[in-house]
DNA sequence: CCAGATATCTTTCCATTGTCAACATTGAAA
DNA sequence: TTTCAATGTTGACAATGGAAAGATATCTGG
């Protein structure tokens, strides 16, 4: 057994990384609204302007854990794509699911990624990140339709409508807009998710 | 007396109305981000301390300001659903596109409507008015279908995915996630989204 | 018509927050 | 070893939301 406790260092090792993952436990107990820099510091064990070494403020750093979850939504659409067993349509409904999916699981962290103004949506880093979000869905789209998106106008809308449901549906779940009934199976929600994104592919 | 229905202060003339006013004016120079209960009482012309008189705390003015915008959005719906000529089918799209207009003009109101936990979306004023703008989306729905709101479940999803597509779309717009060619005339972005609500369409 | 009573507004005060500046500690390069 | 840049800390500041208490205008009962 360690006979001498620790003394804590005064350097903490990696704390830009400890901070990310401290905003995202802030952001999911307080809400993007109450989230605090302070509070951010506190988890991490560091005073209150330790922050401002790693991140040149609040925004910065909202900006980081932002691009973090645009990687991870990307992984959740990949996945549930590969997933997913059948034609272009299953595989594309798939990657919605995994969309919709990625949002109720994430709520204060997909508010902070497509309702805030806060993180530097200009950054190269958040930019592309969620470039290749929305690429696989743009793929997957094109994949079924076989149109060309640079020429092609009706490509766009077909991308839009996709996109444009799995979002609004991601949206009006989180808000708790929608009044499901209250002991809906998971599964069942899931299925009736899967049926909603099946309407808005593009009929070839 | 020249008027009873609600309370009528006297020393600013009417400090309530003017000061939800305010609220909308600082929402959208600022953002719901920036926004400050001291700016409103300043923009109001009132000591900071003046709107606790008539609003619990900052999120009650901010109820009080969302329960107007989803009146606003309401009428935006119906009037865009009356002056259209054409099937029911065309209603629906009228009253879409109503409601994507309305967010597109009002980004931080609409923000503030569906984006955000402050407003008290529980309080009667609110979820009444929202109540009444969701209504309208649903009756031209089932009209379409003919199908019985409470009775069937693919009732409720014809419901679900109109208005998320509306709502997606709002919010992808607004959030300038689109990459829409800058030059684009907004006569043809209106017909571009009324072409997308289409697709949302029940297919009866 | 007058004297509280009440509603409205102001001033003052406090805790919290983000950010800045100045200082302390550490590890590593020179 | 010495220096120094990176990384922490403390202390200060202005802005903010909110509470408390005083000031003032309008209303209401006599």
Redesign the pocket.
């Known amino acids: 057994m360690p006979t001498a406790l620790p003394h804590k ?7 830009r990384l400890t901070l990310i993952a401290a905003a995202e436990a802030e952001l999911v107990e307080k809400g993007l609204e109450g ?5 951010c ?1 506190k988890r991490a ?6 922050p ?3 991140f ?4 910065a750093l909202l900006s980081a854990l932002a691009a973090e979850g645009f990687d991870r939504l990307n992984e959740s659409m990949v996945k549930a794509m590969d997933a997913a067993d059948g034609g272009m349509i299953e595989k594309f409904v798939a990657s919605g699911v995994g969309y919709v999916m990625f949002a109720c699981a994430n709520p204060a962290l997909f508010h902070l990624m497509f309702g805030s103004k806060r993180p530097d949506h200009e950054s190269p880093r958040l930019s592309e990140a969620g470039g290749r979000a929305f690429a696989v869905l743009t793929g997957n789209v094109l994949a079924m339709t076989g149109r060309d998106y640079a020429n092609d106008p009706a490509a766009g809308e077909d991308v839009i409508a996709a996109w444009a449901m799995v979002h609004g549906l991601s949206e009006l779940l989180i808000g708790d807009k929608l009044h499901l009934p209250e002991d809906m199976p998971p599964a069942a929600l899931e299925t009736m998710i899967a049926a909603i994104i099946r309407r808005s592919a593009p009929k070839s």
Chains 1, 2 share one sequence.
């Not at 064990?45 to 330790?50: D, E, L, P």
């Not at 040149?56 to 925004?59: E, P, Q």
């Open positions: 260092p005064y350097h903490h090792g990696d704390l989230f605090s820099l302070r509070g510091a064990g560091v005073s209150h302007a330790a401002a070494h790693h040149k403020d609040a925004d």
